[in-house]
Nanobody, 114 residues
Framework: VQLQASGGGLVQAGGSLRLSCAAS????????MGWYGQAPGKQRELVAT???????NYADSVKGRFTISRDNAKNTVYLQMNSLKPEDTAVYYC?????????WGQGTLVTVSS
C-alpha cells in the first residue's frame, strides 16, 4: 500500500487548509485512516482518525477546528483544518491500517504564521 499526501503549505493564523491522502496498491479493506502531526523537536502525535464505519476520534487540541473524512471509493482520507493556530505547525502524516498492518505516507508540511 502506498500513500500520497498533499495539501500542506503556509497559511496565516485563523486560516484554513485541506489535506488529502490517497492510498493505492494492494488495497482490499482499509480499516482505519488517520492523520498524525509531528511538530519540530517533538514526537509524532495523533491528530484524528476515522474508521471504515465513519467513527471519528480527535486530539483535544483540534476538536471543533479540524474535521476528518474519507471517501472509501477513492481510498482517500481528508483533513479539513480550520481556525489554524501557530501551534498547529507540523509535518502531517497520513496512516492507514489494513489487515492489522500499518502504512505511513511521506508527510506534508503545514506552517501557520502568527
Amino acid at each position: 500500500v502506498q500513500l500520497q499526501a498533499s495539501g500542506g503549505g503556509l497559511v496565516q493564523a485563523g486560516g484554513s487548509l485541506r489535506l488529502s491522502c490517497a492510498a493505492s496498491g494492494n488495497i482490499f479493506s482499509i480499516n482505519v485512516m488517520g492523520w498524525y502531526g509531528q511538530a519540530p523537536g517533538k514526537q509524532r502525535e495523533l491528530v484524528a482518525t476515522i474508521t471504515s464505519g465513519g467513527n471519528t476520534n480527535y486530539a483535544d487540541s483540534v476538536k471543533g477546528r479540524f474535521t476528518i473524512s474519507r471517501d472509501n471509493a477513492k481510498n482517500t482520507v481528508y483533513l479539513q483544518m480550520n481556525s489554524l493556530k501557530p501551534e498547529d505547525t507540523a509535518v502531517y502524516y497520513c496512516r492507514v491500517v489494513q489487515a492489522f498492518r500499518s502504512y505511513w505516507g511521506q508527510g506534508t508540511l503545514v506552517t501557520v504564521s502568527s
